[in-house]
């Protein structure tokens, strides 16, 4: 099975700066897709920003970029501009092309400090 | 606005109580998920389905046990409820057209203490 390993359990911003989370993942197949979902807290996740491996542009999502690595299996969150409301629970998670099964990270709790 | 619905926010039950925890969802998703989310262990897989009245165990189904009669319900049931099930549920749904990223949209958990 993929893995997801993201080796920050907590990280800490202050607001307007920038940040970035890490993230890197096992696997054997070429196509797949990668995530960023947010989890603030008591409140649902949600999607920051994917990433389809065949592409080899960073995707870009207003103040959130990543930095995909394919050949080291790298997919790094970029906060920038760090806002209050950024704060929250961060996950990787990988997908493969063909399948419908997600694997997540454990997870990235972000403090924002005003 | 999509979205997916699970039923009870937050419940206490007591050991060895069956427990159902319903999710519904309105974006005619083939695939739904239920996963488990502890500290430290991110979310685990516990059963998924790409169809009415099918259903594939995940990477923890030990314990659970799912039904999916119509195709915008998905239920999580613990026939027989432990101390260690305590956690939040998510559930999770998503399209199936090979070759999109199949998003997962995620419902607002159900947080369950077992006593």
């Known amino acids: 099975a993929q893995t997801v390993t993201q080796s920050q359990p907590e990280m800490s911003v202050q607001e307007a700066e920038t940040v970035t989370l890490s993230c890197t993942y096992d696997t054997s197949e070429s196509d797949y897709y990668l995530f960023w979902y947010k989890q603030p807290p008591s409140r649902q996740m949600i999607l920051v920003i994917r990433?389809?491996?065949?592409?080899?542009q960073n995707a870009t999502e207003n103040r959130f970029s990543v930095n995909f690595q394919k050949a080291a299996k790298s997919f790094s969150l970029k906060i920038s501009d760090s806002q209050l409301g950024d704060a929250a629970m961060y996950f990787c998670a990988y997908r493969g092309y063909n399948f419908n099964k997600f694997y997540f990270g454990s997870g990235t709790k972000l403090n924002v400090k005003p | 606005d999509v979205k997916v619905t699970q039923s009870s926010r937050y419940l206490v039950k007591r050991t060895g109580e069956k427990v159902f925890l319903e999710c519904v969802q309105d974006m005619d998703h083939e695939n739904m998920f239920w996963y488990r989310q502890d500290p430290g262990l991110g979310l685990r897989l516990i059963y998924f389905?790409?169809?009415?009245?099918?259903?594939e165990k995940g990477d923890i189904p030990e314990g659970y046990s799912v039904s999916r009669e119509k195709k915008e319900r998905f239920s999580l049931i613990l026939e027989s409820a432990s101390t260690n099930q305590t956690s939040m549920y998510l559930c999770?749904?998503?399209?199936?057209?090979?070759?999109?990223?199949?998003?997962?949209?995620f419902g607002e958990g159900s947080r369950l203490t077992v006593l």
């Open positions: 990433q389809e491996a065949y592409k080899q």
């Open positions: 389905s790409y169809d009415v009245k099918m259903k």
């Open positions: 999770a749904s998503s399209g199936s057209d090979r070759g999109s990223s199949g998003e997962l949209f």
